[in-house]
């Protein structure tokens, strides 16, 4: 039994590691700093790991896809991101190829369950 929840486990996290880029390119329209993103996402039901986002969050910037500007005015400095013209792009396009893929799936399952 501990085997198959072990196997199921990981199943589920490839699945949602799948997702986690257009979940979070889905909510930088407008500057958030990463804790806010955390938030933003679990309130929709989209949990992730500070230690998963944070590494994200630099890897979309080195592609180009966010931008981030630091704000010292506060309590304390915060690291804010927001999609770029090329983020934007980018996340149009994976928006379409979510729905075609999710439409197939759900194509699929249907045709299973019928």
């Known amino acids: ?39 933003s996402l679990e309130e929709k039901g989209v949990e992730i790991d500070p230690n998963t986002l944070y590494p994200l969050l630099r890897r979309l910037e080195k592609q180009g896809l966010l931008a981030s500007r630091w704000d010292t005015g506060g309590s304390k400095p915060r690291k804010y991101y927001q999609r770029t013209a090329y983020g934007n792009e980018i996340y149009e396009e994976l928006k379409k190829q979510w729905r075609q893929i999710s439409a197939g799936i759900e194509a699929l399952m249907e045709e299973e369950e019928g």
Not at 17 to 26: A, E, N, Q
């Open 1 to 39: 039994m501990g085997e198959e929840k072990d196997l199921l486990a990981g199943l589920v996290l490839e699945l949602r590691r799948g997702t986690l880029i257009l979940s979070v390119l889905s909510q930088m329209a407008e500057a958030k700093y990463g804790y806010a993103l955390v938030q």
